[in-house]
């Protein structure tokens, strides 16, 4: 039976950590692409025939052979990737970014194509690492690939411009020197290059005014690929800078695609923060807007401003048929670990899911996990999360667990980064005895509630849960008895980006792209990798 075609796009389409997107057309398909940072799989990728409701497709780098995030720091790994389409195959541009303090930027740039959006993706090609946010431009036979220069030397400001390179498609390579991008006059710090082609002119995207509440999208266009290029006199495309009051903050980073009948679509990254230009749990998610050409050939949003309903595009009847889409929001979910592999939601930290560490089959219904490294440590760390997605939502998970060692611990987390999380858990205190006890990590500050544990007297099996409301956060669990709550109310925005990025000396010491995850965690710091098994993972939403 054929679906109506919806009249509304609610936005964020990708609510939680989904920023940076990069939206393709491929004939009545529509794909998303956003980063991913140090979360395995690499790249999410999400499909939809409507643009309102958008189908996980999980992520495209999902081996070491395709991504490596072993060592990398908090917020860098997959920074902005690039989804494009040419000679019948998917190009797949990402950079794999290991090193980002002291003004330092170490960001090889790699690609991957595949016949099929699912795969399988062909041995990573190094284009470079002069800079980041690489994106290609396929016009024609011919292929560019654009991204920024990184400026390291102080005093330079960190970037030297936007450059383009020829991409050969046939060999995978580039071909040629880079050639500078001769950009409008002003342009300061501009990131996130994209470039489009409409009549005679060549349309270049930006983002512009960092990540934070001045982000903004801007288009400047020229008739010679590499310019000179002119601004859009109007302003910027999209941007909420001087709005502090709408619901849609950080406006920015943006992607064009026409869906084939004549209109035009802008994706983008927003944020939703608590209270007027608060603090943001949910990061950067996925918002998109309608976008008309004027006569005299610029491209417009409604006001230039971001909103949380938007017209959907008018598509053709049975452009929608096929597989059941469902919102592009997630909001809710449970997973009874019944099938082989994890679902699209889930991500694991640093290091791909692998029966090393990780397993759905040796007990039936159950995830396993062997005990991993400490929170500190930047690989071989057991912890299974999704992203927190609304600022009032609920996280629960039966965990079975049998401690020998206070170097033994399971529960679940509410997780920002190695710097920033809580972590409600099983573990062992001095004599041996099973404990439920709550652990906390603020700005690299590690306590622990010794004395507000549960001794769980024999009790092997439990339902352990958080509630986030807003900026507070919840620990409760049942041993069978019903809920109980566990510990005093706790300070969510611990898990926000602007609480997790730091500056020292005036310069980057740890960003904060991520945005808050909830998951399944488990330590042993023998070494041993003592296994705990969790089942009935629900994720709820309140309004």
């Known amino acids: 039976m054929r679906q109506p075609i919806a009249l509304v796009i609610r936005n964020p ?28 799989p690499g790249v999410r990728l999400h499909h939809s025939r409507d643009l309102v409701h958008w189908r996980a497709l999980g992520g495209a780098l999902d081996s070491t052979r395709l991504l490596d995030l072993a060592g990398c720091p908090d917020s860098g ?12 195959l998917f190009h797949l541009v990402y950079s794999n970014v290991s090193t980002y303090a002291g003004g330092f930027t170490d960001c090889p740039n790699y690609l ?21 946010d690489a994106s290609l431009f396929h016009d024609g036979e011919e292929s560019w690939l ?45 990131e996130g290059p994209g470039l489009y082609r409409r009549g005679p002119w060549y349309y270049l995207l930006t983002a512009d005014g960092g990540t934070g509440y001045q982000h903004q999208v801007t288009v400047a266009r020229s008739r010679s690929l590499t310019g000179p290029y002119e601004r859009d006199p109007r302003g910027p495309l999209i941007t909420a800078r001087r709005h502090p009051d709408l619901p849609l903050q950080k406006a920015g980073h943006g992607s064009l695609a026409e869906t084939g009948t004549g209109q035009w679509y802008l994706a983008y990254l927003a944020a939703r923060p608590s209270g007027r230009r608060g603090p943001c749990m949910l990061g950067r998610e996925t918002a998109l807007a309608p976008v008309t050409w004027t006569s005299g050939g610029w491209p417009r949003t409604p006001g230039g401003l971001p909103a949380l309903d938007v017209p959907a595009p008018h598509l053709p ?91 033994h611990l399971a529960g679940i987390t509410a997780y920002y980064n190695t710097r920033n999380w809580y972590y409600l858990h099983v573990t062992a205190d001095d004599q041996g005895q099973a404990v439920l006890r709550a652990a906390a990590c603020d700005r690299g500050a590690v306590t622990v ?15 352990l849960g958080l509630d986030i409301d807003g900026p507070i956060l919840r620990f409760r669990y049942d041993t069978g008895t019903g809920w109980h709550p566990f510990g005093p109310p706790l300070d969510a925005t611990v898990l926000s980006d602007e609480h997790a990025e730091e500056m020292e000396g005036g310069q980057i010491r740890t960003l904060g792209f991520t945005g808050a995850f909830v998951g399944l965690w ?12 969790f089942d009935e993972a629900t994720y709820r939403t309140a309004p």
Not at 153 to 174: I, K, N, Q, V, W
């Open 146 to 190: 654009l991204n920024l220069v990184h400026d390291w030397r102080p005093g330079h400001g960190g970037s030297a411009g936007l450059e383009a390179t020829r991409y050969d498609r046939a060999a995978r390579c580039l071909a040629g020197e880079p050639v500078p991008i001769a950009l409008p006059p002003q342009a300061a710090w501009i």
């Open 77 to 88: 790994g997959v920074w902005a990737p690039n989804l494009s389409y040419a000679g019948g």
């Open 317 to 407: 009847a049975g452009t929608g048929d096929g597989p059941p889409e469902v919102s592009g929001t997630h909001p809710d979910g449970f997973d009874g670990f019944d099938e082989p592999a994890l679902g699209p939601h889930w991500s694991t930290l640093r290091r791909p899911a692998a029966p090393d560490w990780l397993s759905l089959t040796q007990r039936s219904s159950h995830l396993r996990l062997r005990g991993g490294r400490s929170p500190r440590s930047m690989l071989g760390l057991s912890l299974v999360a999704r992203r927190v997605t609304a600022a009032r939502c609920a996280f629960e998970a039966t965990v079975e667990y049998r401690p020998r060692t206070f170097q």
């Open 449 to 463: 509630d010794e004395p507000g544990q549960e001794h769980l007297r024999g009790t092997a099996r439990l339902r």
């Open 13 to 40: 389409v990708l609510a939680g950590s989904h920023p940076d997107p990069s939206l393709l057309r491929v004939g009545r398909d529509f794909y998303l692409a956003t980063s991913t940072f140090e979360w395995y």
């Open 522 to 533: 488990a330590w042993d710091l023998t070494g041993d990798g003592l296994p705990a098994d």
């Open 112 to 132: 991957v194509a595949a016949e099929s959006i699912n795969g399988p993706w062909s041995d990573p090609v190094l284009l470079h690492m002069r800079g980041f």
